[in-house]
């Protein structure tokens, strides 16, 4: 015999009961195994199967600079700016999708290259994903050459601009310098400022601008990164078993008809009822009734037992105190008759529902219960098993009544 629940005050809403949930999910442990097998097992033949792998090969690149490089988030994220920016631009891609053969669009390779910055700030990683680790290497080799020819172009027309302006600036200065007198003030002032401007100019044109050099280019990985079938399924089936518990454990104590423990736990902890789980065969209440009525020195107190369908139930007598002599008889009514018009509901002190895994009264228990739980009666919850060998006699029966009706 097992207690699986404490009674609670009628007036108080029951707490949850953890434990009891627990064993309600243990009960249901192998269907809901099952179920996660299978569910792992199908992730894992559908991802190996029906995914295509992706490989993954890296290109590591190293900002070249002309000046040095100022710490701070914000010079970090201005030098790699340019060059991000260069990656995902259409005609930089276009460039790259022309070195090699992937039958790509800019929008697809868009969405397999990623930029990760390194532990430097002039660090900065190229990663792309392909069918294939020789193709995913090229064409990461290929977008870091065109990132570095793009950026190179731009650098060189940002050069020529500036020399431009600065030539206009000297050409302007040259014709001014020679109108005015030799000797003069203004003269030497005008021959410093073309010295300056011819310097400018030579510092510009040889300054150019950032450079994406190629530091190392790590060998591509010969195992996929997706799918991960093992790791994947594994995750599906633990997510699968523990779904398949709680709804078996939600079906079985609110789906149905027939009486079984998940239920019988769920009735008793809602309307704040003891409940108590006994092997099949005859049970005797008294083990339930003794300690409740014993104790009690007053005339007048009562119990009943309420029996539902197919239950085998002893009839009892228990003394109603160590005073008395003799004892008290225990009301034994059905549990689907109304009970409540004959048994002395004024003197209840106690009432025994006892059930049977082979019944249906899950209705009429709900009900008796919220009942007593009004009257403020003790309520216990008796539910009968049928065990392995009540079962074998059960089915030796059934075959044996077969065998005479052939």
Known sequence: ??????????????????????????????????????????????????????????????????????????????????????????????????????????????????????????????????????????????????????????????????????????????????????????????????????????????????????????SASSSPISPKPLSEGLVAAVVAFLVAAELLVLARGRLGRTNNRIWARRVAHRHGARLQVVGGGRFDPSRVLYGELAHRHRRGRSAIILTGERTDVASVTVPAGPAEQGGQDIGHHDLHDEWWRTADLGDLVVAVVILSTRGRDRAATAAALGQLADLGVTRYVVLQTRGRRARAQGSRGRSAEVTDAD
């Open 1 to 218: 015999m097992t207690v699986e629940s404490a009674t609670t005050h009628r007036d108080a809403p029951p707490p949850i009961d953890l434990a009891g949930h627990f064993r309600d999910l243990a009960r249901v442990l192998l269907p809901a195994l099952v179920i996660g097998a299978l569910v792992g097992a199908a992730v894992f033949v559908g991802r190996s199967t029906l995914v295509d792998k992706e490989y993954s090969a890296s290109v590591v690149t190293q900002i070249t600079t002309s000046g040095e490089i100022v710490a701070g988030d914000a010079f970090v994220e201005q030098l790699r700016a340019p060059f991000e920016e260069l990656a995902s631009d259409d005609g930089v891609l276009t460039q790259a999708l022309t070195r090699v053969d992937t039958g790509w669009d800019t929008g697809t390779l868009r969405s397999h290259l990623t930029l990760t910055p390194g532990t430097s700030p002039a660090l900065l990683t190229f990663a792309v994903t392909a069918g294939s680790p020789r193709t995913a290497q090229q064409v990461a080799q290929a977008v870091v050459a065109a990132v570095a020819q793009a950026s190179q172009d731009n650098a060189a027309r940002d050069v020529s601009r500036r020399v431009e302006a600065i030539d206009t600036s000297i050409d302007t200065e040259q014709a001014r310098n020679s109108r005015l007198p030799a000797g003069s003030s203004a003269r030497t002032a005008s021959d410093v400022r073309l010295a300056e401007l011819r310097a400018q100019r030579d510092q510009v044109a040889a300054a150019g601008g950032n450079q994406l050099t190629v530091l190392s280019v790590p």
